[in-house]
């Protein structure tokens, strides 16, 4: 099956649901991700060109450990996605929607609390409605007029910093989590930013934590392999799980509940 990730920087689904996306391609599915910004605010110390340079290359090579079957950048700018007008990011997100055909569509949830980043919510907001609504040939018509079929998105995977109402756990025990941390690894400015940003928290606080002071922030492996393995274990723990990562998904538009004898159990 199609499987299209909606997300705004080069690390965040790797962060929220590399797990599980490792899982799918080791079942041969096709995972298609779509990045909205170019990731140039995410550095402490290269400029905006340096970052522009390689706003694809990192998101490609964690692709290539993950398995993801294309990679794909909006272009536009990190931290400033509160400028594009809600319908045309819906719209381009909707575009690839029709186009690709996925039966999962993942992406931020617009209803989970305390999200701080307006890519995060921008991309929420326009992804949930792209995937609600993309089966509607009077939606984007323009769309429809040059080609492309309406598609209803069965599932939808919603992921948070903090997330809530969540229904869909994954086992990500074994090879899943060892890609997640692999890929993540790839990510080499985004990964020392997230030790160096830390330092800088730790600096302003009247407390110190010398197992991160002490890092050089480009020797972040085994801090990132730590808080990812520490997450999932959280998670895991709740289901009886080694490490696992939990999504609200909704399917099938709720039609799941008029179903008599109940629906099958995911295979994956
Ligand atoms: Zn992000």
Not at 117 to 123: E, F, G, I, L, Y
């Amino acid at each position: 099956m199609n499987v299209l990730v909606l997300t705004a920087h080069g690390d965040d689904m790797e962060f929220f649901a590399g797990g599980t996306i490792a899982k799918l391609c080791l079942l041969g599915h096709q995972v298609h991700l779509v990045l909205a910004t170019d990731n140039t605010k995410g550095t402490f110390e290269l400029t905006r060109d340096e970052m522009f340079a390689v706003r694809l290359s990192e998101p490609e090579a964690a692709g290539r450990v993950l398995g993801l079957a294309s990679v794909e950048c909006l272009d536009y700018a990190d931290g400033e996605l509160a400028d594009v007008p809600l319908n045309v990011l819906r719209g381009q997100f909707m575009e690839r929607i029709r186009h690709l055909q996925p039966e999962i569509v993942f992406t931020f949830d617009p209803w989970a609390p305390y999200e701080n980043h307006q890519d995060h919510r921008s991309v929420a907001w326009a992804a949930m409605e792209a995937a609600s609504f993309s089966h509607f040939p009077l939606y984007h018509p323009d769309q429809v007029a040059a080609g492309l079929a309406p598609w209803l998105v069965p599932q939808t995977y919603f992921f948070a910093k903090n997330p809530r109402d969540t229904n869909r756990v994954v086992d990500i025990s074994g090879e899943p989590i060892e890609r997640k941390i692999r890929a993540l690894w790839e990510h080499t400015n985004q990964m020392a930013l997230t030790v160096a940003e830390a330092q800088a928290q730790i600096a302003s606080a009247p407390f110190d934590v010398p197992t991160i002071t002490s890092l050089d922030p480009r020797d972040y492996r085994e801090f990132i392999a730590n808080r990812v393995r520490t997450g999932a274990a959280a998670v895991g723990k709740k289901y009886g799980l080694e490490y696992a990562e939990h999504f609200r998904r909704t399917r099938w538009g709720g039609t799941e509940r008029l179903a008599e004898g109940g629906v099958p159990e995911d295979e994956w």
